[in-house]
């Protein structure tokens, strides 16, 4: 039988009639016709393949909801209380005014992203933030690339392409999704020469893999794991010195890469660029949306005649920052200027250094409405826990914080936490938590537009009942 014929024994209206009622014109006046016509043919084929007649009516509807459900935002906002803060999944550091204020400027308008106002000449994108990095880091030059990734690629390629890489053993990382040392080298050209063992390297072990092939001596921050016990790691200092004395350049990729002493908001130490440069890195590089708290970019910074080799290098235009996110950097960066407000101006700092008891009085603000609006689903206790920076940052160091914790009243299986959590999930503001021995926990700590989160909240508990 012909679709046709099959049409025509179910009384399916077909595309042109439904596309000639009123209702589809107010749609295709508000979405456009490609995307109406498609989905009415999409609705009719599902009623012939399952043998159902339909009314125009009733395909309108359905047109209706998947044109309703194809408008929406892929990209959302969530609310992020899985207790990582800077959580690569979530998108890491979230942005101060400055800097979201200086993006929308970008966007709507041309810029002077590479001109010189004065000489009316052809200007340098990177010099809108190298002057703020050099005085930050004490470094002689800076260069801004896509993320990390990508300015360790391009410092790997530009410095030691058809040479060999010599990197520890203990330093060989994966971090999350397809960044794994070795691939990184392989695609930037390098030939990986790995030294020592995997708990320990000495300096004797780097001095001997020295020879006429060694491009470059790379030192990585093992920043998403640690090793401990009975472990050796050559210091940054020697083995700086030890490059210096075969004229060979020494990198070191920080990941992180603080621009300021997170001591002093009680944080635990996180190496800081300057030291790495005062111990005598030649390049150091690091990422943009981690622990300096701005957009994604890959930051390199160190001496001047290597930066300028990197500018030179045909992938520095592959993977060069726009505008957008070189206006938001900027902005960023200039809020380092004044470190003694950072912990109040930028957003990731200020989630960092929150007050546990500040985190406590929000939870006790929030059980009452939380507990409502879950009330027939979960028993909920505002409980003790551990944030963690998150992106590779000091990834022992845990902060105290305070969370929800949602019990489901159903029984106590995976099944019944899982659907509690997909319940989260499900509001019109995403709440990602996380799940722990039976219970969705809630950390609070990047919890800041409470309004917005308890108007969702009790918008759900009326809906229940
Ligand atoms: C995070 C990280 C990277 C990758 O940085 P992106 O900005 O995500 O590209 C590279 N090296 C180290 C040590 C890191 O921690």
């Given at each position: 039988m012909s679709s046709k014929e099959r049409r025509g024994r179910l009384g399916l209206p077909g595309v042109d009639r439904v596309l000639r009622s009123d209702t589809a014109a107010a749609m295709i006046a508000r979405y456009g016709r490609p995307l109406v016509v498609d989905e009415v043919r999409t609705a009719l084929a599902a009623r012939r393949r399952c043998d159902a007649p339909a009314s125009v009516e009733s395909i309108l509807e359905e047109t209706a909801a998947s044109l309703a459900r194809d408008m929406l935002p892929s990209q959302r906002r969530v609310f992020n209380l899985t207790g990582t803060v800077l959580h690569t999944n979530l998108g890491r550091a979230p942005?101060?005014?400055?800097?979201?204020?200086?993006?929308?400027?970008?966007?709507?308008?041309?810029?002077?992203?590479?001109?010189?106002?004065?000489?009316?000449?052809?200007?340098?994108?990177?010099?809108?933030?190298a002057g703020w990095l050099t005085r930050l880091t004490g470094a002689e030059a800076a260069l801004t690339v896509n993320n990390n990734?990508?300015?360790?690629v391009l410092a790997l390629n530009t410095?030691?392409?058809?040479?060999?890489?010599?990197?520890?053993?203990?330093?060989?990382?994966?971090?999350?999704?397809?960044?794994?040392?070795?691939?990184?080298?392989?695609?930037?050209?390098?030939?990986?020469?790995?030294?020592?063992t995997t708990n320990r390297t000495h300096l004797a072990d780097y001095a001997a893999a020295i020879g006429p092939?060694?491009?470059?001596?790379?030192?990585?921050?093992?920043?998403n794991y640690s090793i401990h016990g009975f472990t050796a790691a050559a210091p940054a200092a020697r083995l700086a010195a030890l490059a210096r004395d075969h004229a060979i350049p020494f990198v070191e990729d920080l990941g992180s890469g603080s621009l300021v002493d997170f001591g002093r908001w009680g944080l635990?130490?996180?190496?800081?660029?300057?030291?790495?440069?005062?111990?005598?890195?030649?390049?150091?590089?690091?990422?943009?949306?981690?622990?300096?708290?701005?957009?994604?970019?890959?930051?390199?910074?160190?001496?001047?005649?290597?930066?300028?080799?990197?500018?030179?290098?045909?992938?520095k235009r592959a993977l060069r920052l726009d505008k957008i996110r070189l206006a938001a950097l900027e902005a960023v960066l200039r809020l380092y200027a004044?470190?003694?407000?950072?912990?109040?101006?930028?957003?990731?700092?200020?989630?960092?250094?929150?007050?546990i008891e500040q985190i406590r009085a929000l939870g006790e603000r929030l059980l009452p409405t939380v507990g409502r609006a879950f009330r027939d689903l979960a028993e909920i206790a505002l409980i003790e826990t551990k944030s963690q920076i998150g992106s590779g940052a000091l990834p022992i160091s845990l902060?105290?914080?305070?969370?929800?914790?949602?019990?489901?009243?159903?029984?106590r299986s995976g099944a019944a936490?899982?659907?509690?959590?997909?319940?989260?999930?499900?509001?019109?503001?995403?709440?990602?938590?996380?799940?722990?021995?039976?219970?969705?926990?809630?950390?609070?700590?990047?919890?800041?537009?409470?309004?917005?989160?308890?108007a969702q909240l009790a918008a759900a508990a009326i809906k229940r009942g």
């Open positions: 942005l101060p005014e400055e800097a979201i204020a200086a993006a929308v400027e970008a966007m709507r308008d041309p810029t002077t992203l590479e001109y010189e106002i004065e000489t009316g000449k052809r200007g340098e994108r990177d010099n809108h933030v990734a990508g300015a360790l410095l030691a392409e058809g040479r060999e890489t010599i990197v520890s053993r203990g330093e060989l990382i994966e971090i999350g999704g397809s960044f794994r040392l070795p691939d990184i080298m392989a695609r930037a050209g390098t030939r990986l020469r790995e030294v020592g092939q060694t491009g470059l001596v790379l030192k990585v921050h093992t920043s635990p130490h996180e190496p800081t660029v300057a030291e790495a440069l005062a111990r005598g890195a030649d390049l150091v590089t690091f990422s943009g949306d981690k622990l300096l708290g701005g957009p994604q970019a890959g930051l390199v910074v160190g001496r001047a005649e290597l930066i300028r080799r990197l500018a030179r290098n045909p992938l004044d470190p003694d407000r950072l912990a109040e101006r930028l957003p990731a700092m200020r989630l960092l250094a929150r007050p902060l105290p914080s305070a969370a929800l914790a949602l019990r489901p009243l159903a029984a936490v899982e659907a509690l959590a997909r319940a989260l999930r499900a509001m019109p503001i995403p709440i990602i938590g996380r799940i722990e021995a039976g219970r969705v926990i809630l950390d609070l700590r990047c919890l800041e537009d409470e309004t917005a989160f308890i």
